[in-house]
C-alpha cells in the first residue's frame, strides 16, 4: 500500500534497493531460457553428418537406438534410400544401474529391457540431467507382467537410478539426433533394450539364467531387424513379445533362415561344452571408456554409487565348460586317393593296397563239409552225428576263392 501522496516520494529509496535484485532475477532467467533453448537446438556435430552420409543416409531420416547393457552401448541405426537401418554410430553409457534383466518394480534400480517407442512429446529439453527423453518404460508387455515404474530417461552426466545416463555431450547429440529424426517426418522411433548383445555365444553363455525364456523373445526381435533391416513391429501375446512378419517375402524368408541358422549355432554350442555363467553386479556398470576417462579427471558430472562400480559385471560359472577336441577336418580327395592305390584303367581306384596279412571278409574263402548235405535231411543229418562222435569226421577244406568281381556280382 502506498503511503499518503505527500510522502509518496519516500517510496523510491526502498524501489532503487529492490530493483537491482528483480534485474538480476530477470536476466537470470531470460540466461536460462536462452541455454534451454541453445543445447536444445544445437546442431549435429559435423563428424556424426558425415558418417551417415557416408552410410547413403541424413539427418532427417528416420532412426533405431539400440541399448546393450553388459556391454554398456547405445547405438545409432538410421534408414538409409534403399530403406533399410544401416548402422551409424556407437556411443558408450556412462552409468546404468541394477542387474541384467527386465525392470519389474518402480525403485528396484533396474534399467528395463525391451522394445520401447519414443515420440516427440517424450523429449525433454528442460531436463536438471542437462537434456533427456523418456524410453517409454513401462510398455504393453510391461503393463501385461504387471511391472511398475516410470520416467526411465536416456539423459545427461553420470549418475543413474534406472536411466541410461550419457554424459551432458552425449545425450546432447542423441537429442539433437532425434529430433532432426521428428522435424524429418518421423513420428516415433523404436528403443530397443537388451541384456547384451544378441549373439549365439551370448545365449548359450546365459542359458540356465532365470530370463532365458524372456531374452529369447527379445532374441527373435534382434534377428528380425538385422535379417530384414526395417524396425520390428511389436505386438503382445499372451504375455509374450510377439513380431509381425515383413510385408516383403524376401526380407521375410531372410529373417526365417537366419534365426534358424542362430538357433543351430546356439544347439552346437551347448553340445560341444560351451559354458553357462551367470553376470552379477552390485550396481549396474560402465563403459570401460568413461571408467579411463574419469580416472584422467575428465569431468562427467556427478557420479551415482561409484563404489558400485568396482564389482560390475562378475561372471558366476553356473557350468564349467567341457573342452572336446574338434572333429579331425575332412581328408582331401587327393590324398585320399594316393592312400587306396593308383588308377587301375577301369574308372575306379585300386583296392589292391592294404595293410599286411588283412583280408577282407568278402574275399575270405566259404568253408565246406567234405561230404555235403543232402536234401533228405533225416538221412544225412544221423550219420554226420554219428561220425562227429566217434570223431570220424574229415577235417573241411576250403573251396578256392571266387575272384571278387564275381563275389560283387552276386551280391
Excluded at 528416420?62 to 554398456?72: D, G, M, Q, T
Excluded at 504393453?140 to 541410461?164: E, L
Excluded at 510385408?247 to 560351451?274: C, M, T, W
Aim: proline letters at 9%; one cysteine or more.
Amino acid at each position: 500500500m502506498l503511503p499518503p501522496n505527500g510522502s509518496r516520494g519516500s517510496v523510491r529509496p526502498w524501489f532503487r534497493a529492490l530493483l537491482p535484485a528483480l534485474i538480476g532475477l530477470l536476466i537470470v532467467t531470460a540466461w536460462s531460457v536462452t541455454a534451454r533453448a541453445d543445447k536444445a537446438n544445437a546442431p549435429i556435430p559435423a563428424a556424426t553428418l558425415a558418417l551417415m552420409a557416408a552410410r547413403g543416409t541424413h539427418a532427417a531420416s528416420p532412426i533405431v537406438l539400440r541399448a546393450y547393457k553388459k556391454e554398456s552401448e547405445i547405438e545409432l541405426w538410421k534408414r538409409n534410400a534403399a530403406g533399410r537401418y544401416v548402422p551409424i554410430k556407437t556411443y558408450p553409457i556412462c552409468r546404468w544401474s541394477g542387474q541384467l534383466g527386465p525392470k519389474t518394480k518402480s525403485g528396484d534400480r533396474q534399467t528395463p529391457e525391451g522394445f520401447y517407442t519414443v515420440a516427440k512429446s517424450q523429449m525433454n529439453p528442460n531436463s536438471r540431467y542437462y537434456l533427456s527423453f523418456d524410453i517409454g518404460y513401462p510398455n504393453t508387455y510391461d503393463r501385461a507382467h504387471g511391472y511398475t515404474g516410470s520416467a526411465v530417461m536416456v539423459h545427461g552426466i553420470c549418475s543413474s537410478m534406472g536411466c541410461f545416463a550419457m554424459t551432458d555431450a552425449v545425450a546432447g547429440e542423441l537429442f539433437s539426433i532425434a529430433r532432426e529424426a521428428f522435424a524429418g517426418g518421423q513420428s516415433a522411433f523404436q528403443f530397443q533394450s537388451f541384456p547384451f548383445r544378441m549373439t549365439a555365444a551370448n545365449m548359450a553363455r546365459y542359458r540356465t539364467d532365470p530370463n532365458i525364456a524372456f531374452w529369447r523373445q527379445l532374441k527373435e526381435g534382434s534377428d528380425r531387424f538385422e535379417a530384414t533391416g526395417e524396425e520390428p513391429v511389436v505386438g503382445v501375446s499372451g504375455g509374450r513379445y510377439v513380431f509381425a512378419p515383413s510385408s516383403d517375402p524376401a526380407k521375410e524368408a531372410a529373417f526365417v533362415e537366419l534365426h534358424r541358422a542362430e538357433n543351430g549355432r546356439i544347439a552346437a554350442l551347448v553340445e560341444e561344452g560351451a559354458a553357462a555363467v551367470r553376470t552379477t553386479y552390485s550396481d549396474g556398470g560402465q563403459h570401460a571408456f568413461w571408467a579411463a576417462r574419469i580416472r584422467q579427471g575428465f569431468p562427467v558430472g556427478d557420479i551415482s554409487r561409484p563404489e558400485a562400480l568396482a564389482y560390475a559385471g562378475q561372471d558366476v560359472v553356473l557350468i564349467a565348460a567341457r573342452h572336446r577336441p574338434p572333429p579331425p577336418p575332412p581328408v582331401p580327395e587327393a590324398v585320399w586317393t594316393a592312400w587306396i592305390g593308383p588308377w587301375n584303367g577301369t574308372g575306379s581306384p585300386s583296392l589292391g593296397r592294404r595293410i599286411a596279412e588283412f583280408v577282407p571278409s568278402s574275399e575270405t574263402a566259404s568253408v565246406r563239409l567234405r561230404e555235403p548235405l543232402t536234401t533228405r535231411y533225416a538221412q544225412s543229418w544221423p550219420s554226420l552225428a554219428r561220425a562227429a562222435i566217434e570223431d570220424r569226421l574229415p577235417p573241411p577244406e576250403g573251396d578256392a576263392p571266387q575272384p571278387l568281381i564275381e563275389k560283387v556280382a552276386q551280391r
